[in-house]
């Protein structure tokens, strides 16, 4: 078992704390509030079809999820350095486990998740902006370096970028609920009988299942607060405002888009996701229905790809600098050092940047993301149970109820991931498993490996 007693951590003295409560909680809130807004609810409600069903389903995932925000506070606070869930895998199950999770997100998961958020935004810049063929092919490998740079140079700038962008996007979809009721263009008639399923509706179970996991990914990215708690200025209060108070506006937001959605264009309308979409934009706002939700898209997908720029090459830096060691030499080095002037992670900025457009150039992050999610839940997982692998005890009210809820909830979501597509499951199970071999191969040479905290393993 692994000591989390603040007093044995050793801070790193190249970083600043630069980040508030305001721009901790825009990174809780915005990868969750992404493209999928606009998408997932609309599927959901045509495969319940049920109002009453739509909005369990939401409460039930939101139950579950503020479930993993107070384990992640009580994780972020015990180690409040970047890293998240690689530093508490670290501490929890040793280095190996870490590892694998370190290499799942920075070379695999997230430039595809980065990726392919930038291609999903094409089509709405474009409903904005004449772009020209060849300037929106090449759109995505635009906006993915104007990331990486906006990072490189500094916490100060990306931070101040995300922080605006994340927040901007709360009154926006307020107000877009808002017209929708008070306009005239809402009709509660289409919400209601509540309770009563809609012809067409898929199988209760079917559906059930189905809506369960796209509402988990939905609310997906509210961990990546963790990854930049060395960032955070006290990281005891903020974190646990951040976590707690960004799960809850999330909630909010989604279910009040949600019956916004339905109050507009009746589930019995609903026919595709993106039809949808273009049915409640013109429903709104008539002929220029379109552009305003292209624009809302786009900002709720750019504070996104913000969030994921800032907090993933944080996970490089700190797996570099674990697994360098005290000789501060071999492949990884050059991950684990921070610019000398900007003080930020750059050369895994690059890294990062370099792998998305990788992705993005291979046309793969569809199969990636495919692939990789069966194993991103059960690292999620483990990341709550190293709660129970601690020497000092967790005193909290919620403990050890809220790690058993997220743990039992992220488990029965991996065993429906697998029964969906055991074979994507278990390749990208794999996949992350070459991790192993990668890491003796970076790692033969260093003595044993240093810690950002000294672990106190008990026998």
């Known amino acids: 078992m692994v000591s989390y007693d603040n007093q044995t951590m050793e801070a790193d003295p190249q970083t600043s704390r630069q980040m508030g409560v305001w721009a901790a909680t825009a990174v809780v809130t915005g990868e969750a509030i992404s493209l999928g807004i606009f998408l997932t609810p609309a599927g959901m409600a045509r495969s319940l079809g049920s109002p009453a069903l739509l909005a369990a389903v939401w409460c ?3 139950l579950i999820t503020l479930a993993g925000a107070l384990c992640f506070t009580e994780l972020a606070i015990r180690n409040p ?10 501490r929890g199950f040793g280095p190996r486990a870490a590892f694998l999770y370190g290499w799942m997100a920075a070379i ?7 990726a392919a958020l930038c291609v999903g935004t094409v089509p709405y810049v474009q409903a904005l902006f004449p772009v020209p063929a060849a300037v929106a092919k090449a759109l995505p490998a635009l906006i993915l370096l104007i990331l990486g740079a906006l990072n490189y140079f500094g916490t100060r700038l990306s931070s101040g970028v995300m922080t605006a962008l994340n927040w901007l996007k709360v009154p926006v979809l307020a107000a877009l609920v808002g017209w929708a009721f008070l306009s005239g263009h809402a009709t509660m008639a289409n919400i209601g009988p509540l309770s009563a399923r809609r012809p067409g509706s898929d199988p209760l179970i079917d559906a059930i299942a189905g809506a369960t996991i796209s509402a988990f990914f939905c609310f997906g990215g509210w961990w ?13 209060r903020n974190l646990a405002v951040a976590f707690s108070g960004g799960v809850l506006i999330v909630t909010a937001i989604y279910l009040l888009l949600s019956f916004a959605f339905v109050a507009v264009v009746p589930m019995q ?3 595709s996701n993106t039809a949808f979409v273009a049915l409640f934009g013109q429903a709104l706002f008539g002929a220029a229905g379109a552009r305003v939700l292209s624009m809302c898209v786009v900002l709720c997908v750019l504070g996104g790809l913000m969030v994921l720029s800032m907090a993933v090459p944080r996970v490089t830096y700190a797996l570099a600098r674990e697994e360098t060691g005290t000789t501060s030499t071999g492949p990884l080095a050059a991950l684990s050092r ?3 002037r900007f003080g930020s992670p750059a050369n895994a900025v690059l890294l990062q940047t370099g792998m998305a457009l990788l992705v993005l150039m291979l046309g793969a992050f569809d199969r990636i993301l495919a692939f990789i999610i069966f194993s991103a839940v059960v690292f999620l997982a ?4 190293t709660l129970f692998r601690t020497i000092t005890p967790v005193r909290r009210w919620w403990y050890p109820l ?8 992220s488990g029965v979501l991996a065993v429906m991931l697998l029964m969906h597509n055991p074979v994507s499951a278990l390749l990208g199970a794999g996949v992350v498993l070459c991790g192993l071999p990668v890491r003796w191969l970076l790692t033969r040479r260093n003595e044993v490996p240093r810690s950002v905290a000294t672990d106190s393993i008990s026998p």
Do not use: C
Not at 382 to 385: K, M, R
């Open 81 to 90: 350095h970047d890293g998240g869930e690689y530093l508490y895998l670290r």
């Open 224 to 236: 990546e607060a963790g990854k930049i708690a060395g960032e955070v200025r006290n990281p005891s």
């Open 382 to 385: 483990l990341t709550a149970a």
């Open 269 to 271: 309308q609903i026919r």
């Open 108 to 114: 695999v998961m997230y430039p595809g998740v980065a």
């Open 402 to 409: 809220a790690p058993i809820v997220f743990i039992t909830g």
């Open 60 to 62: 039930g995932m939101a």
């Open 338 to 340: 921070l610019h000398p």
